[in-house]
């Protein structure tokens, strides 16, 4: 990739936690103010890959509330004990010219709790899916052109949504093409209008959340068509990434795990919209997919979500894992992680941004196999072992030449 | 390997906690009493290996205490709650033909912790080094002949030792062979003489423990000499497991481990010697190795060792990793590990002896590079990760035909 | 109490895991075949009140299931790994002597769940309410006469009910007596109809369970017509024995308690009848309530119960706890408690026992507010104190002459 | 006590995380920028006592090392993350006003470590022993006089020491007298000198650390014959304050505790000065005594201390506690306290300042046994039980007329 290749990147909720991290960060590398810790894409092994530096990102995004980049900054700041007053003061001026990327989000197919959070914020009533897949695609047509990017990345990093009940509309481009001019087309869920936007515009776009987004037959099919990129789903970030590594430890001792209780306790808004009981099930389907994928089926797993306001970012996730060893005898190991989830997020955004720009540059479509390493429901792979997919990264980005 | 090779197993301490579960494990396996949980080499993956079966191995070795193979049985039993009276009872006929195999160990070269634990056992106070070797040695050969054994793999199971003080007769064979005949020999260790018996009889040896073994200059060369099979050393069973999974995903991720700290409690005679403090700095060099070799030379590590006689043969490790991840910010994660030492090792001495047996089934020697997933210090092998060494056994048992 | 003194210990659930534990530890410490190690009753601070020795007591129940205490045993010795063969052994005699005291329990007023487990056992579906107390109460009159008990002590030790959906029948007794001969009185649970049995019979009754038992207007009415003793509700075992004395050092220090939240993990038998959500919900009224009681109502708390089979008698409790301290410095503490039910329980449920034969002794009635100590619900006491509740237990006894 | 009483609050060691936080604290409360979270006597029950509030109180203190309050608090900022840019703008004027009561410490009777890390800092070597008291002593009088102080309390902050030998000079205030005066007394540890510094210029003197400071015979008849004011040792902030409740619940039970098992990690100076195994020792003791005296002499007990620099100011201990219940059964608690020390220990120093002027405003000498519950080792007191203790503070202070 030539050091003048510009890239965009758009993030779905960039007010949100995660986004004012990831514009943060974007700001504080290329002013050389931190440190690169947390980023897989600055391991030396990608050294000579040529990704995107990140003095040549630029952020914008739909947010439905009325915060800045500047205000989420600052909340997780002041509520989160993050970073430092003076970073921020450092990259304010980069956050302004980021928070002018900024446009409405649409209130069509977004959950009642997330309607509920968006009240009196910015976010638009669009009266037809159609309408809003040709407002959201046009901010980021317009956003490409302003800044002559080279590549638009999407990110979606909204709140979760309950998992869509579906129906035959779903199932075919023709048959979900008919009814987005619909006024009440309400099946289609907002990460879903999201999704088509980005395609439709020539955009990439990865789903860093649980939420349907492109995860629907219709919508598989239209990208096919379009010669999408795209990849997902649900970041990788804590819990689930220790599991990734320890299921395989198990298995690889064939020590029998007889039982596997994760209880995850968070305070930010990602806590708040998983109150929701539809939504913490659509959630708890991928915390809970690696463990059985590695260790078999019949093991007995329990993820239990908790909403906890004192943490804020911050979360606490215990795991108990009770296994049998030789000749029967019972043994446990426990963990508990405490990360701060924005950043640990952060980080992974903004090397899902680099690599795919990099699949960009070289004209790539289709599903991003190679990054199931980020996801904890990698679209279209199975494999959950994370040293297995992290090979897999690393065979997939050094094989292709550096431009 | 053909249906009909017979392979003996000799264990050095075959009448402590390890040495007695091995040769229960063996017995149960063979009467089809127990379940194959923890044997490595009954993962479907090594299937076709044609790994010679249980039944077909015979356990003999050598012991410095009077206690028998079954009293071993009995006191896990009664002290550590293991198994059941009913396993015993279906296996003790197997047990004391294997107790038949029991042969005096020597005090020549022991520490002073193991020989106030040995006082009054059966230990033979051999007059010189080469006494001693050759009276090990014979009961090699004569274990090997009484049975109609094919291979005789020696895995010491001893108790740990201190680190030798290096001397000019550890650096060549010839230095050291000019001294095996004097009678205050004393720097050749104990783990040192089973070695050389082991090798001049043509068997395979491997050491499951942190003593010396073959780990001199003076002993590899005579290994090569001798076109010796060896491996080790020091078992990976718990905490250490843990830890090649968990550093390479901080690793993977580039969060940066600021210090990992590690408590092990155990109460067993591993622990008993350990307190002696030259004994457990042997041990804690093996046990840190593997997070400074992964993550990086700067990070902190403290590894405690604390002798807790309540906890009998369970050990329990807690491990408090400190990480700073994007933007500087500080997390942390821990786990404890409550697991029993006895039945985590007791099966990967009998993968152990399966795979030696495999290699010396198709005429192989030298230092079997291959089995460094069982070892927290892998002889000639820096790679401390647990999957890339689980990937590396794999290959080479598979790439190697069946017989 | 004099030495002759003769108690009747009549457990509602007898064949359980914790009726069984109590049979068997009865009988082992009238045998000297075990230390007296968890029963309060034994500490130094008692000896000279003359409270009744296991030797003089007698075990009997209502059980629904068909299985005997000598299985419940037996189930425990397998399944959890509990205490010995020999131990077993040594009391059978006693534990088949104490089950021809095991009456069958009424299926009336059961939860679903419990009726789907006492399914094809021995449990009766008696006719009406009435029916019902005077088969019981008849169980008990013959249960005294038969052994010539002094007291009668009645525990209920069966499974968790959902909280009863409060009428006006409950609001007074001559409302309840005029339903009880009928038919279709469904809304009496069987908890309180044991209950009524014990106080018309002149029995004391303990609630070691969250049920509804005597917590019923009508019912403590009737009891104070009747100078009924009673006592409970909800044994106090684990967890929440642990919140009992953090709570009081948060608060004695004035750390601001911010949340606390605990999971639960446990596999018995009562684990498995809390898997239905009402009766979960009456359980963890009990475990918040400490909390909440000492540290002030605005923490958040958390309680998460989940049914884990492989745990079988063991549970296993996580907390979390989250605080403020000087200059608004947040910080956390987190336990994970491992203990056994059964094993925690039993030997609360023998002490109960002697301090009620205590006060049946010098002729108490009402509610036993010293025991307090034993409960996470204590009957009329709002101290949830620990240290509080022990010295109030100390001095009630301590204060009343020995007989 | 009358409003218009004014306190000096003098801090050997006034520079380090403690001592600035405590300035920093009183200056916050003076100004109401900060709650009363975490102080003791602000709790309700001592409402109505009259103790000075932080506005009256003046802080003063000697200090060894260069570092000024002001750069304390700034350190912790920006290394432990506490409290906010904000806090420290709005009370920094106070701060600079504290400063001006800080006076050189004395190099004389330090340990090697403690001498190191006050290289090329203001500490003074004092010629004698008498030397070193008389200017140490001018400080306070000094601070006295100027502030026009009713009462000056002297709080020992400073690092911890090794345990002194004791030899005859230690015995009696007389044959310690006589060598006060002899250049070569290195056997008089700085503690005790600023003690006796303190008793002899009317001050009360209070040891928040686990060195000598009035410790000896020769001290105690000292402060006898003066009729001083007195308390200490060792404040007990966090993994012994949890041990302090804990112990008592497993006595309580009746549960036999079989070991306890502490490892604690630290990062602070407090922590590198216990890297000297003889100075860690001397800590340990005091950490060791709660759960023996609680539960008994026979339990095993082992306390580890490590250096961990990444954690800074933040302290992680993690207990393992192994008990039998009923029936011999095995069980285990653990549990993880992450607790900020100076932020624990500031609110005590205060408390203690505000109860020590409590009593010298009615004219009391002698130790102040009723802080036991402030203290590891406390004075002439046996009861390790931090309920019993804290009763027995309110009982001592309401007991006492209000002024």
């Known amino acids: 990739m030539a050091r003048k290749t510009r890239v965009g990147l758009w993030l779905i909720g ?30 030396p092994v990608f050294s000579k890959s040529g990704l995107v530096p990140p003095a040549s990102m630029i952020v914008g995004g739909h947010e439905l ?31 302004r010219r980021f928070e002018r990327n900024v446009r409405a989000g649409t209130l069509l197919g977004v959950s009642r709790t997330v309607a509920q959070i968006a009240k009196s914020g910015r976010g638009r009533r669009d009266r037809t899916p159609s309408a809003a897949m040709k407002r ?56 879903s209008l999201y999704a088509l936007a980005a395609i439709e515009s020539g955009c990439c776009y990865i789903d860093f959340t649980p939420s349907t987004g492109l995860d629907l037959p219709a919508l598989r099919e239209r ?16 819990e689930t990434l220790v599991k990734s590594v320890l299921a395989p430890m198990f ?26 009981p539809k939504t913490k099930a659509s959630k708890i389907v991928g915390k809970d997919a690696v463990v059985r994928s590695i260790v078999g089926r019949s093991v007995e797993t329990h993820v239990a979500i908790d909403f906890v306001r004192s943490l804020d970012d ?35 955004v903004i090397d899902l941004a680099r690599f795919a720009a990099f699949e960009m540059s070289r004209g790539a479509s289709g599903p991003m ?34 431009q």
């Open 136 to 191: 959201l695609g046009g901010d980021l047509a317009s956003f490409r052109r302003r800044h002559r990017l080279d590549h638009v990345v999407v990110v979606n990093l909204g709140s979760s949504e309950p998992k869509v009940r579906k129906s035959s509309m779903h199932e075919s481009w023709s048959a979900m093409s008919r009814v987005l001019a619909r006024k009440s087309a309400g099946a289609i869920p907002a990460s």
């Open 369 to 402: 196999k190679h990054l199931a390493f980020f996801f904890k429901n990698p679209i279209a792979v199975r494999d959950h072992d994370l040293a297995s997919q992290f090979h897999r990264l690393v065979r997939h980005i050094v094989a292709h030449p550096t």
């Open 223 to 238: 990208a096919e068509q379009l010669g999408s990129l795209y990849g997902g789903r649900d970041g990788k970030t804590g």
């Open 251 to 276: 298995a690889m001792r064939n020590l029998d795990v007889l039982s596997w209780t994760g209880q995850n306790l968070l305070g930010n808004r990602d806590g708040q919209v998983l109150r929701d």
């Open 65 to 95: 509330r009325k915060t800045s980049i500047l205000d989420g900054a600052k909340e997780a700041r002041m509520k989160a004990g993050l970073f430092s007053d003076d970073l921020i003061r450092s990259v304010s001026s980069d956050l």
């Open 314 to 348: 911050w979360k606490v996730a215990w795991d108990y894992v009770h296994f049998s060893g030789f000749l029967g005898t019972k043994m446990a190991m426990q963990f508990t992680w405490q990360g701060c989830d924005s950043m640990l997020a952060a980080p992974l």
């Open 14 to 43: 960039v007010g949100g936690r995660v986004g004012s991290a990831v514009a943060l960060g974007i700001a504080a590398l290329a002013r050389g103010k931190t440190e690169t810790t947390g980023l897989v894409s600055e391991l």
